[in-house]
């Protein structure tokens, strides 16, 4: 990809002045078609350096540029947006000045054309320090190249679009299954697997959101996610680590349960908020302020199996501390087997059935033989 020593120049220069200044020196010409494709990179840049302005600093400036070197997508968007509107300038018939054939042959990505025109790959740099002086038969190629790719990347699109379908759906799914993998993973032992499986997780949910950042269902996912992190990292124990991601799942789970208040509709919504709440609780070992709130899910939902099963486990640690609440507990696994949890991820009949287990030996194992305290 060509233009990355350019991208690279535009960031480092900005970080010294200002995007303006640096792309209208460079590019003054192209600076205006340039700086519109940017805008989307430059945002994706921020988000990834932690939400940070991207040219705020040398340093910012030059990881940033790293970042967008090393992740091949991220050029492919800034590319594709640029052939597109290269595309529609070399079918225009106007006048194409000498930044613009630049800019075409910077992201024109046909090698032997680069060869033809430019002397190669390695010398496209020099052209941002020298103009552009192509023969007639030159700026021919070059704009029959660039229309020819930018005819293909529409159709492409096209073709994707009709190919998408639900995709929200198949995103939500795939991330439900890595949730409940990434626990399987940590019970096998395997804690660099699982975190593996998370990360593609809070990817997936991140196309989502960046599409539409009110996409209730894509936020509740990933506090789920922040939620299983926090989980691995204390399994492998990283404790501060487990601090950070269960903070970021319950900042997500209020910002979920602000926006729908008073939604009639959103009812699986809320509960699942709440309940994600008392997970932060739980995470933190505040065993009797979870319950608590799984209740208050309970509350928006009643029989919401998740809230049940974590009413459970909530007791159950409990019980590992010493204050068991035996009755509580059994009714919690009572009431979560008779929602019935056939086909629900993470709450199989096997996983089901190993509860049923703890909860026998604890209650052989009470003072007296007693199932309540």
């Known amino acids: 990809m060509t233009i990355s020593p350019l991208v690279r120049r535009i960031l480092l220069g900005a970080a ?45 400036a030059s990881k940033a540029a790293d970042v967008f070197e090393a992740d091949q997508h991220l050029q492919e968007i800034l590319r594709s947006a640029l052939v597109e509107q290269l ?46 002086n192509l023969s007639d038969e030159a700026f021919e190629k070059l704009t029959l190249a660039i229309s020819r790719q930018a005819e293909s990347s529409r159709s492409v699109r096209a073709i994707a679009l009709r190919a998408m379908g639900p995709v929200a759906d198949l995103l939500q799914r795939q991330v439900q299954r890595l949730q409940v993998r990434a626990v399987e993973l940590v019970q096998e032992g395997a804690a660099d697997r699982a975190l593996d499986e998370l990360q593609e997780g809070l990817q997936l949910v991140a196309v989502l959101l960046n599409e539409a950042p009110t996409d209730l269902i894509a936020r509740l996912q990933l506090g789920f996610i922040y939620k299983t992190f926090a989980q691995v990292a204390e399994e492998i124990g990283q404790a501060d680590q487990a601090t950070t991601f269960i903070d970021r799942a319950d900042e997500i789970f209020r910002y979920v349960q602000n926006d729908v208040t008073g939604d009639d509709k959103a009812t699986l919504e809320i509960a699942s908020a709440i309940h994600g709440q008392g997970n932060a609780l739980h995470a933190r070992g505040q065993f009797e302020a979870a319950i608590s709130r799984y209740q208050d899910a309970l509350k928006v939902w009643p029989g ?3 809230a049940l099963h974590d009413i459970f486990v909530a007791y159950y640690d409990l019980a590992r501390e010493g204050k068991p609440n035996l009755k509580e507990m059994r009714k919690a696994l009572e009431e979560l087997k008779a929602t019935g949890t056939q086909g629900m991820p993470g709450l199989s009949a096997q996983h089901v059935a190993d509860l049923e287990r703890a909860t026998l030996e604890l209650e052989l194992n009470a003072p007296g033989n007693e199932s309540a305290t």
């Open 304 to 306: 919401y199996p998740y």
């Open 16 to 60: 010294e002045s200002s995007l303006d200044i640096v792309g209208a020196a460079l590019l003054p010409g192209a600076w205006p078609i340039l700086k519109g494709a940017l805008g989307p990179v430059l945002e994706r840049l921020k988000q990834r350096l932690g939400g940070q302005d991207v040219t705020s600093s040398p340093d910012l």
């Open 87 to 132: 595309g529609n300038l070399a079918q225009s018939q106007n006048e194409i000045n000498a930044d613009v054939q630049k800019l075409m042959l910077m992201v024109s990505g046909d090698e032997k054309l680069l060869q033809d025109i430019a002397g190669g790959v390695a010398r496209i740099e020099e052209h941002l320090e020298a103009g552009v």
